[in-house]
């Protein structure tokens, strides 16, 4: 463990040695693992087991093993991966690559992202500013945060709010969804006496902050019964 935690400290210091030219213009990243190396032959550094990256605004990486191409700026992670901020937003996925120099990420494979209104979209894979600004998802299912559609009437055990489609673009806290799907009604309401209902529609559009959802040529869904929406 002591000499672990030496040659972990003895890197740090390295690290920040040889980032410090770059420390106006791009985000440096501390890394702590079981086990770091570093070429000097191609300028990477590989981190594996129990891999935690932070900088200084918050940002942290954790995953089973990370490759930081500091030539291209780029970083890659393997395994269990998991991007967080400031603002108690999470990014998972099984892999994704960061750009640090356009501040892009890419994830892949079992994504699942937590937004700051507590909001839970899975994708199956995912493009992203690291501010999560703007996102771009396929194939979408997601679980709504259920006290922002909760009122003060006795339906309210009946929520489970959930919103789905192949295509969603979110920016400035409005999400578009391509051919959307969505509910506020949980799907075992059927034993208790409420018909479970979905919306489908061309467009779907969620204005999280308002709590107001938009949609164009949209069909109801009742008790298998296809209905117009107008």
């Not at 194939?139 to 929520?159: A, G, P, R, Y």
């Not at 208790?192 to 467009?203: T, V």
Request: charged share 25%; with cysteine; net charge neutral.
């Amino acid at each position: 463990m002591q000499n672990k935690f030496f040659f972990i400290f003895f890197f740090g210091l390295f690290f920040f040695q040889i980032n410090t030219s770059f420390s106006q213009q791009k985000d440096v990243y501390n890394f702590s693992a079981d086990k770091i190396t570093y070429s000097q032959d191609n300028n990477i550094i590989e981190a594996i087991g129990n891999v935690v990256a932070k900088n200084q605004e918050g940002k942290q990486i954790s995953s089973e093993k990370i490759i930081y191409n500091k030539t291209t700026q780029l970083i890659k992670t393997f395994g269990n991966s998991k991007f967080s901020d400031t603002k108690n937003r999470i990014l998972s996925a099984e892999n994704f690559e960061y750009d640090l120099e356009k501040k892009i990420i890419s994830a892949q494979n079992n994504v699942k992202f937590l937004d700051n209104f507590k909001n839970i979209y899975y994708f199956t894979k995912l493009n992203a500013d690291d501010k999560f600004d703007e996102i771009i998802g396929y194939n979408l299912n997601s679980d709504l945060n259920k006290e922002k559609f909760q009122s003060t009437d006795k339906f309210n055990e009946f929520i489970e709010p959930k919103l789905s489609g192949k295509e969603i673009s979110i920016k400035d806290n409005i999400s578009i969804i391509k051919n959307g799907k969505f509910t506020s009604c949980k799907s075992t309401n059927e034993k208790e006496g409420c018909p479970y209902w979905n919306l489908n529609a061309d467009l779907v559009t969620h204005d999280k902050e308002n709590k107001k959802i938009i949609y164009k040529n949209a069909t109801l869904d009742l008790n298998n019964i296809p209905v117009l929406y107008t």
